[in-house]
């Protein structure tokens, strides 16, 4: 059964606050995304291996550790998961970065997908998917099935609120692939909308409506 992470740290607990006020306009709004989102990297890299070398200092040979050169990948939900890429990429610059286009049908709240592109050598990477919330779980679901499709085998998935619905879904349909939250809110309401959460995430970042 895939984990779920809940990344408590103050300072993305803080920030998170001022992302779900409505008061907050699009451009703070985008900020405090980019940031979170780098907060968020910083924690969901915790795992990755290192390997040691020696490194000449001005007094002696230190042996010191450098990052194993695992190849990573850095997969965004458009629209909205495009608001935590850069953040991400502050911390992992060498990192690929793939897209896979899905808007939620209003009507049946079902995914359609628009658009993938992902780096050449998908079955070699570690992937990140990222998307600012996991509602009923249907736009990530799908995302990840499509990497799957495609030879992605170590994925894991991060967001900034899912609702305890979406996990559910999501854990049966990718046991495989962890959840990393800023927060797990309280319930999705009648039209699929993440209670308190945030309102619509792609709306808030790029000020449509
Ligand atoms: C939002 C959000 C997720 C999806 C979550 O995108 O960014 O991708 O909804 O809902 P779900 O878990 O019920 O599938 P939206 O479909 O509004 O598209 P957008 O990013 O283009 O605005
Ligand atoms: N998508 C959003 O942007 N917000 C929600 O609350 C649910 C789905």
Not at 142 to 166: D, Q, T
């Amino acid at each position: 059964m895939a984990k779920v992470y809940v990344f408590d740290h103050p300072l993305i607990q803080h920030k998170l606050t001022y992302i779900r006020d409505k008061h907050t306009g699009t451009k703070e709004f985008r900020e405090l995304v980019d940031e979170v989102a780098s907060l968020m990297a910083f924690e969901i890299t915790r795992d990755l291996p290192l390997e040691e070398v020696d490194v000449e200092t001005p007094v002696s040979i230190s042996k010191s550790n450098v990052l194993a050169g695992k190849k990573l990948g850095i997969v965004p939900i458009l629209r909205a998961g495009l608001g935590m890429v850069e953040g991400m990429l502050k911390l992992i610059p060498a990192a690929k970065v793939g897209h896979v286009g899905l808007y939620r049908d209003p009507e049946t709240l079902q995914p359609v997908e628009y658009y993938v592109k992902l780096p050449s050598d998908v079955e070699e990477r570690d992937f990140i998917v990222v998307d600012p919330m996991l509602a009923t779980g249907g736009s990530a679901i799908e995302a990840i099935n499509s990497l799957k499709k495609r030879g992605a085998k170590n994925i894991k998935f991060m967001c900034l609120i899912a609702a305890p619905e979406g996990v559910e879904v999501f854990q049966k349909a990718h046991p495989d692939v962890d959840i990393y939250i800023a927060a797990l809110d309280e319930k999705l309401n009648e039209k699929g909308y993440i209670v308190p959460g945030l309102g619509d995430a792609g709306d808030r970042l790029y000020g449509t409506k």
